[in-house]
Nanobody, 130 residues
Framework: VQLQASGGGLVQPGGSLRLSCEVS????????IGWSRQAPGKEREGIVC???????????YYTASVKGRFTVSRDNARNTVYLQMAYLQPEDTAVYYC?????????????????????WGQGTKVTVSS
């Protein structure tokens, strides 16, 4: 099982960026995927999740800090989950990670200290700065 996040980079405040999470070793449609981020000097923060298509309804959930600005989607045929980020601000600067949840049977849950995911991928760095 592997997950690889990519697409990070330097973007100006107010700009957009799309991250990708390419997975292998399991059937993407069958499992929930979550995204977290870790800003310099801060704890990792779960931000979004997208539910399985086959065992659930593909529903998505966002934390307040990104709701309305970030959009998560999946392309099961390409084994890839996307995180479209808009109206980026300096406080969005962080390393972004994606993960798969093999445990939760119904709707996805945003990753948190209380709820961990099964396998994490390497992160991709996003820097928002002018």
């Amino acid at each position: 099982v592997q997950l690889q996040a990519s697409g990070g980079g330097l973007v100006q405040p107010g700009g957009s960026l799309r991250l990708s999470c390419e997975v292998s070793g399991f059937t993407l449609a069958d499992y929930h995927i979550g995204w977290s981020r870790q800003a310099p000097g801060k704890e990792r923060e779960g931000i979004v999740c997208i539910s399985s298509n086959t065992r659930s309804d593909g529903s998505t959930y966002y934390t307040a800090s990104v709701k309305g600005r970030f959009t998560v989607s999946r392309d099961n045929a390409r084994n890839t989950v996307y995180l479209q980020m808009a109206y980026l601000q300096p406080e969005d600067t962080a390393v972004y990670y994606c993960a798969v949840d093999f445990t939760e049977p119904y709707y996805c849950r945003i990753p948190s200290r209380e709820y961990g995911y099964s396998v994490w991928g390497q992160g991709t760095k996003v820097t928002v700065s002018s």
